[in-house]
């Protein structure tokens, strides 16, 4: 059945390392988003996509980066030169206007 | 700057009474609004949405309110049922453009 999946739901890693998290939808969805919300916070966009091999910054994409090669698969890169990394990530896809999200990764980095 | 508020962070309502969310926004060239809910650890949940063209929009127990001249959404749940104790977002954008969700309220509803 048609969804977004993100893996892993928990992720540890050491500061200083880069980390890549997950998101494969199979809803033949065109856009995608990677959001990340911290508690208090709403979701704040880091990255969408709106067609293959295009991707535009959001509000907070310092630190980070993506890549669009497939449809299905717009994985998100949290790299070391992301300042406070720890938060929950989530991934969401659409092809109107009502984005569907998926269940989410917690990073963890200690 | 928060383009989107939700000033209440938290609401208790008992069972079986009407819930009211509540969402402000700033930017007058939003034309689309959005609800989600959301359990902790999990993805939000799409609930309901509205068009800047329409003043409300009804699905079930779940009811949206848009007042353009005021900036102002809300969220009517009514009767409130337990399974509804989550935290729901709203989000408002224009098309083409990315959406900006607010900060959330929680919504506990006493049995």
């Known amino acids: 059945d048609g969804g977004i999946t993100q893996s892993p739901k928990y992720l540890f890693r050491k500061e200083g390392q880069n980390v890549t998290l997950s998101c494969e939808q199979n809803l033949n969805h065109d856009a995608m988003y990677w959001y990340r919300q911290d508690p208090g916070q709403g979701l704040r966009l880091i990255y969408y996509s709106q067609i293959v091999n295009d991707f535009q910054k959001g509000d907070i994409a310092e630190g980070y980066s993506v890549s669009r090669e497939k449809k299905e698969s717009f994985p998100l890169t949290v790299t070391s030169a992301q300042k406070n990394p720890t938060a929950f990530y989530l991934c969401a896809s659409s092809i109107s206007l009502e984005q569907f999200f998926g269940p989410g990764t917690r990073l963890t980095v200690l | 700057d ?11 309502v008992q069972e079986g009474r009407i819930s ?20 902790p650890a999990e993805g939000p949940t799409f609930l309901i949405s509205i068009s ?30 337990p399974g509804d104790s989550a935290v729901y977002f709203c989000a408002a954008g224009y098309t083409g453009n990315q959406f900006y969700f607010g900060t959330g309220t929680s919504l506990t509803v006493i049995p």
């Open chain 2, 2 to 12: 928060q383009q989107v508020k939700q000033n209440s962070p938290s609401l208790s």
């Open chain 2, 20 to 39: 009211i969310l509540n969402c402000d926004y700033t930017n007058s060239m939003f034309d689309y609004f959005l609800w989600y809910k959301k359990y």
């Open chain 2, 52 to 81: 800047s063209i329409k003043d409300k929009n009804e699905d079930g127990r779940f009811t949206v309110f848009l007042n353009k001249s005021a900036k102002h959404l809300s969220l009517h749940i009514v009767p409130s049922q």
